[in-house]
């Protein structure tokens, strides 16, 4: 089976930029969720979505970030305008259902100069 | 609130070392707990889970034991290898759709 994939793997680009990141789940799983890691700060939740409606953007450090699941097999994560702050590896993992284990991505390794 | 906390690494061990991780969850009911691995470069990968008390997860040689008295879910591994190297999290959810990682041990294994 694929698993989660993710595009692009890296992505650099210039400070004010707009910056889309790409999602596709493992087909058949109802949940996803989009998380940020850095040195600094750890693995963070961003947004997750239950059956393409988002449940939770707390996570979501301000409003230049948005999210969204137009269908069962992709979601998109954009930035604008970017920020160098925003630098980090980006994740999109995906869960057949409640209490089951969530599948990652490998990642988009963002660079904001 | 809910929470997992984990040893801070790294962890620097010989090959064919024993290995132990330590993680330590609070939670207001039973939550099912995992163990995810991280690659260099790679996104991070289920390696076992534990879904009620005194389950053992294990896989690829690694084990952990839900330990409901203790609330604990200690990683361990008899004979640690150089691919072994990697960042270890534990995690856990209980009635949530959230995962709720601990910060992440390093495992560095040297031949």
């Known amino acids: 089976d694929a698993g989660v994939i993710q595009s692009p793997r890296h992505e650099v680009t210039e400070m004010g930029q707009e910056v889309t990141l790409r999602c596709k789940p493992i087909s058949g799983h109802n949940s996803l969720f989009w998380y940020r890691q850095t040195m600094m700060r750890g693995l963070e939740l961003l947004i997750y979505?239950?059956?393409?409606?988002?449940?939770?953007d707390s996570g979501m450090p301000e409003d230049r970030f948005s999210a969204k699941m137009p269908n069962a097999s992709f979601s998109t994560l954009k930035i604008q305008p970017s920020e160098p702050r925003d630098s980090a590896v980006y994740f999109c993992?995906?869960?057949?259902?409640?209490?089951?284990?969530?599948?990652f991505g490998d990642g988009t390794r963002l660079s904001i100069l | 609130g809910d929470s997992v906390t984990q040893m801070e690494g790294p962890v620097t061990l010989s090959e064919e070392a024993f290995l132990t991780i330590n993680c330590t969850y609070t939670?207001?009911?039973?939550?099912?707990l995992f163990w995810y691995v991280q690659y260099p470069g790679e996104g991070l990968q289920l390696l076992l889970k534990?879904?009620?008390?005194?389950d053992k997860g294990s896989n690829k040689g690694f084990e952990a034991t839900y330990r409901k008295e203790t609330t604990s879910f200690h990683l361990e591994k008899g004979s640690v290898q150089v691919s072994d190297s990697a960042v270890y999290f534990c995690?856990?959810?209980?009635?949530?759709?959230?995962?709720?990682f601990g910060t992440g041990t390093r495992l560095q294994v040297f031949p």
């Open positions: 979505f239950n059956n393409n409606v988002p449940i939770d």
């Open positions: 993992a995906s869960r057949r259902d409640t209490n089951q284990p969530q599948h």
């Open positions: 534990a879904t009620k008390a005194d």
């Open positions: 995690a856990q959810y209980y009635n949530t759709d959230k995962l709720i």
């Open positions: 939670a207001t009911g039973y939550p099912s």
